[in-house]
């Protein structure tokens, strides 16, 4: 009889030590997905579609939360980024680290006109004075994505491209 009431016991404890419900983003809610037009394998190159730039894997992070982006460049650049849609701010942020000298960037934004346009300062390289960047991701009617990186050293009255890739799906 001792037995059959230690079993039952333990029995009740794991039952009682199931996992609670999921907490933090509503991964469900549509904000989370405004991006999700960027996720997949990617082949990159520029505008004229000639020159390879490289290659992108960007992919769904913490249930749906966010996305990732590991970046290989075909010059030896290399890239991690981790974009979330906030609640509590209601915008787009990301945080990218690159090989590159200024690694380091910090955007925010969100959805304009059918585009994912994210918007932050770093320090200009060769000026030392503060740097506006602005990248937009527009997704095409084939599918493909398109990603314009402008910077402006004259607080946005003019911008400079900085990086400009069409982003085609790779075979799985």
Request: net charge neutral; with cysteine; proline share 5%.
């Amino acid at each position: 009889m001792h037995r059959l009431s230690l079993a039952a016991a333990l029995a009740s404890s794991t039952a009682l030590a199931a996992p609670p419900p999921a907490t933090g983003c509503p991964a469900s809610a549509s904000e989370y997905h405004q991006f999700d037009f960027w996720i997949g394998k990617w082949e990159v190159r520029d505008p004229s579609g000639k020159t390879v730039l490289g290659h992108s894997r960007i992919e769904a992070v913490s249930d749906g939360c966010g996305i990732s982006e590991h970046w290989l460049g075909a010059k030896g650049s290399n890239g991690v980024s981790y974009n979330a849609w906030d609640v509590e701010s209601g915008r787009w942020h990301q945080f990218w680290i690159g090989n590159q000298p200024n690694g380091v960037l910090q955007l925010a934004g969100g959805m304009v006109q059918g585009s994912m346009v994210l918007n932050g300062t770093k320090r200009n390289a060769q000026t030392g004075k503060p740097q506006q960047q602005r990248i937009t991701w527009t997704p095409g009617q084939d599918g493909s994505v398109r990603q314009h990186w402008q910077a402006s050293d004259d607080d946005g009255k003019t911008w400079t491209t900085a990086f400009d890739g069409i982003y085609r799906r790779q075979a799985e």
